[in-house]
């Protein structure tokens, strides 16, 4: 086990349906599912070839009554978990799950200043990718941060991981501010749009061909939200919903030989990445 402080090191599917997100993630992603159960706890392991890249459980039933909703979270690896939920608390964010000690390592699940929820983690048990991993297929290739104020999340998370500006995209009205972690650029924030109800943060797993994607999302009951759509530099990005509601992307290449189309998401891109 290897940390790297102020990197995202591990992610969740928090569902109110566990066989029927294995199942769809199986057969979209094309992850292997592997049971990780404890006695107190029901857990599924989503692995890419011998690594192990996720996570799979239920959305607690307390967290259902208070309207939490099937969700995918990311855990950012610190040095201290108690440390940092104190300095979450100090920048203005909320602590939702105390530290405490899980499967998977010492954990804590909080949220910024403007509610997107995320985790904190240390001592993965599943390990540590190197960041330069990310770019594999069936891995998170790119993080992504929908804010009620991308200027005031940035400073947040500057604060409190260390991240820097990478560059930025300047659109007709909003910016795309992209970041690094780690000295390696991971990421971009937006002021989110008027139909994203909530700020949240939007993992993009890694795919071979988009449209063969794309269709495995629809046939497995999930929705295909946005795109596909066209990145400078020959890639393709579809933003999608799973059949129990969780808001998740895809992340590709398009056949040359088949059918084609250019489309623009309202306007703005970056360095290959989400354009909104």
């Known amino acids: 086990m290897v940390d790297y402080p102020g990197c995202f ?10 066989a029927a997100a294995e199942a769809f993630y ?3 992603v094309g992850w292997d599912a592997h049971d990780a159960s404890t006695p107190n706890l029901a857990y599924t392991m ?20 208070m309207g939490a909703t099937p969700r995918w979270m990311g855990y950012v690896s610190v040095n201290d978990v108690d ?26 699940v909080v949220a910024d200043p403007q509610t997107a929820t995320f985790a904190l983690v240390k001592g993965l048990k599943p390990g540590r990718r190197r960041p330069d991993d990310l770019a594999k297929q069936g891995r998170v290739g790119w993080h992504e ?16 991981f260390g991240w820097q500006k990478a560059g930025a995209e300047i659109g007709r009205t909003e910016t795309y501010q992209v970041f690094s972690a780690g000295g ?15 700020p949240f943060w939007l993992f993009y797993f890694n795919i071979g061909d988009i449209d063969a994607a794309a269709e495995r999302v629809k046939s497995g009951g999930g929705q295909v939200l946005k795109g596909p759509v066209e990145l400078p530099g020959g890639g393709w ?16 290449t398009r056949n040359q030989d088949g059918f084609g189309w250019s489309t623009e998401w309202a306007g703005f891109s970056s360095k290959g990445r989400l354009v909104t």
């Open 9 to 18: 090191a591990w992610y969740e599917l928090i569902t109110t349906d566990m």
């Open 145 to 160: 941060l929908l804010a009620a104020d991308w200027e005031k999340a940035f400073a947040f998370y500057g604060e409190l």
């Open 83 to 108: 440390v940092a939920a104190d300095r979450i608390k100090r920048l203005g964010g909320a602590v939702y799950v105390p530290p405490t000690d899980s499967n998977i390592g010492r954990i804590s």
């Open 46 to 65: 989503f692995a890419a070839g011998k690594a192990s890249v996720c996570g799979l459980m239920d959305l607690p039933l307390e967290a259902r009554k």
């Open 184 to 198: 390696q650029t991971i990421g971009g924030m937006f002021t989110k749009r008027p139909e994203d109800p909530i």
């Open 237 to 252: 990005i579809a933003r999608c919903r799973d059949p129990q509601g969780a808001a998740f992307a895809l992340q590709g």
């Open 26 to 28: 199986t057969k979209v």
